[in-house]
């Protein structure tokens, strides 16, 4: 058993741009959440449209109360890049303000540098990154990417693995526009692969117990999609365990390098 959805098998891109990685929205972004309710006379599913357009609205379609205090620090983060706190650290009545519109998208297209023979004549390739409310079996299908926490590093020391948290949104600050993802944040284990797998090990990272490490990105610190592998215990797994709840039913996981010949070389 696999962790998240089949990943979609991607596409050559024929075009001679040179990048290590470049990530951009949908081009329709999405207006509403779903949400399913029940009929009082025939105890049917209703699909409901809630509109989520600002930002104290995404927080509560997120049941994430602290959002505007990670949007605040994420600001802060990018208007004053060489302050060298740790942005938890930093109080949120010191960061920037913004309860302005949202827009809000459920993928992103990644682009990449993979020279292969599948890749097209010039070594580009793009894959697509979701993160919706309802997918094709009705359920959620929340991606996990490598996101680049340290460029001067190679492999996964450079790297960190995160949850895509439903949506992608999009919105202006000062005139600029932020494209941003909100995201659960995996933590390694160990300083090293696993000798055996020869794979990284990652655990869903907390900052206390019983609260996620969760924060706002700039896309393009996204580099590529990521697949991980359950690490199984000794017992049998049981309970109704699917693509859109497996990452909240294990404790630790693979990030799994064998998923194609592109991730090979990103994860070691």
């Known amino acids: ?3 998240g959805h089949e990943e979609d098998a991607g596409e050559a891109v024929d075009t001679s741009m040179r990048i290590d990685a470049h990530v951009t929205l949908a081009r329709v972004h ?3 959440y779903y949400s399913v309710s029940c ?3 025939t105890d049917q599913p209703i699909l409901e449209c809630n509109r989520a357009r600002t930002v104290a609205a995404l927080a509560d379609k997120l049941n994430m109360p602290q959002f505007s205090s990670l949007l605040r620090r994420y600001l802060h983060s ?3 890049a060489t302050d060298p ?3 938890d650290d930093i109080p949120p009545n010191e960061c920037p303000f913004y309860d302005g519109p949202l827009r809000v998208f459920n993928s992103a297209c990644s682009t990449f540098f993979a020279p292969s023979d599948l890749s097209g004549i010039y070594g580009m390739r793009h894959e697509y990154i979701c993160s919706c409310p309802m997918w094709q ?7 996990c990417v490598f996101v680049v926490t340290d460029p001067q590093m190679q492999g996964m020391r450079g790297l960190d693995i995160a949850r895509v ?3 992608f949104f999009s919105f202006k600050y000062l005139g600029t526009e932020h494209q941003c993802a909100v995201v659960h944040w995996f933590d390694c284990i160990a300083n090293g692969p696993d000798e055996a797998t ?3 090990i990652v655990c869903p990272g907390y900052q206390a117990r019983n609260i996620r490490n969760i924060a706002v990105i700039h896309i393009d610190t996204i580099y590529h999609a990521a697949h991980l592998i359950p690490v199984y215990a000794s017992h049998n797994v049981v309970g109704d365990i699917g693509p859109h709840n497996s990452y909240d039913m294990f404790h630790s996981f693979y990030v799994n390098k064998y998923a194609d010949h592109h991730v090979f070389e990103i994860a070691f």
């Open 85 to 87: 706190r740790n942005p």
């Open 30 to 32: 999405c207006t509403f």
């Open 165 to 167: 948290l439903c949506f």
């Open 1 to 3: 058993m696999t962790v």
């Open 137 to 143: 079996d009705g359920n959620p299908r929340l991606d």
């Open 39 to 41: 009929s009082s006379t």
């Open 78 to 80: 990018q208007l004053h």
């Open 198 to 200: 020869g794979m990284w």
